[in-house]
């Protein structure tokens, strides 16, 4: 079976460009995590969707931060604009009811904010 | 305070070595503990669940003292391929949101 599979896996952009993450979850999981990870913060919970829905997005740092999940096979995390300080390595993970406390991750995308 | 805290290390251990980390959290109503391993520049995986009783899996053991808030994690008969960082996961009641520590980084010498 396919793990949870990321796009891009490296992006560069310039500051005030929008950048699009996107998730494919494992089938049948009816969770899905985003996190970001960063040297100073480490893995911090940005949104959890259960059943394509979002559950809590407190850790979604500011407006410029905005998450979906049209479908069950399929997230994104979008930043616009983007700035310096949003480099980071974003992780999607998913997991499913019964199978409490192990999350699938992703191999992350890793965002570079110049 | 976070609600995670852990001592980043690094933990310098030669091969053979007994290590332990310790992992403190702050939401006593906290329901499910965790420890994840993440290799460098890779993703975090599971390692073992933790529960109350305590549990063990081959080398490492796990335990959960929910008087003083804290789990931890030994790791017995060290490897060079232990070296990495190490995770503590905690899951709050009636919720899903996983909140990981910053992790404790082992370096196992030859």
């Known amino acids: 079976d396919a793990g949870v599979i990321q796009s891009p896996r490296h992006e560069v952009t310039e500051m005030g460009q929008e950048v699009t993450l996107r998730c494919k979850p494992i089938?049948?999981?009816?969770?899905l995590f985003w996190y970001r990870q960063t040297m100073m913060r480490g893995l911090e919970l940005l949104i959890y969707?259960?059943?394509?829905?979002?559950?809590?997005d407190s850790g979604m740092p500011e407006d410029r931060f905005s998450a979906k999940m049209p479908n069950a096979s399929f997230s994104t995390l979008k930043i616009q604009p983007s700035e310096p300080r949003d480099s980071a390595v974003y992780f999607c993970?998913?997991?499913?009811?019964?199978?409490?406390?192990?999350?699938?991750f992703g191999e992350g995308s890793r965002l570079t904010v110049l | 305070r976070k609600e995670v805290e852990q001592d980043p290390g690094p933990f310098n251990v030669p091969e053979g070595a007994t290590v332990a980390f310790n992992c403190t959290y702050s939401?006593?109503?906290?329901?499910?503990f965790f420890w994840y391993r993440q290799d460098c520049r890779k993703e975090p995986k599971l390692l073992m669940s933790?529960?109350?009783s305590g549990n063990e899996d081959g080398r490492f053991t796990a335990q959960l003292n929910r008087a003083s808030q804290y789990i931890s994690l030994l790791i017995r008969d060290s490897k060079l391929s232990d070296s990495a960082t190490y995770l503590c996961?905690?899951?709050?009641?009636?919720?899903?949101?996983?909140?990981f520590g910053t992790g404790t980084r082992l370096k196992v010498l030859a």
């Open positions: 969707f259960n059943n394509n829905v979002p559950i809590d």
């Open positions: 993970a998913s997991s499913y009811l019964l199978g409490v406390g192990e999350l699938f």
């Open positions: 996961v905690v899951r709050g009641s009636g919720t899903y949101k996983y909140i």
């Open positions: 939401n006593s109503a906290s329901q499910s």
């Open positions: 933790v529960y109350s």
């Open positions: 089938s049948g999981h009816d969770y």
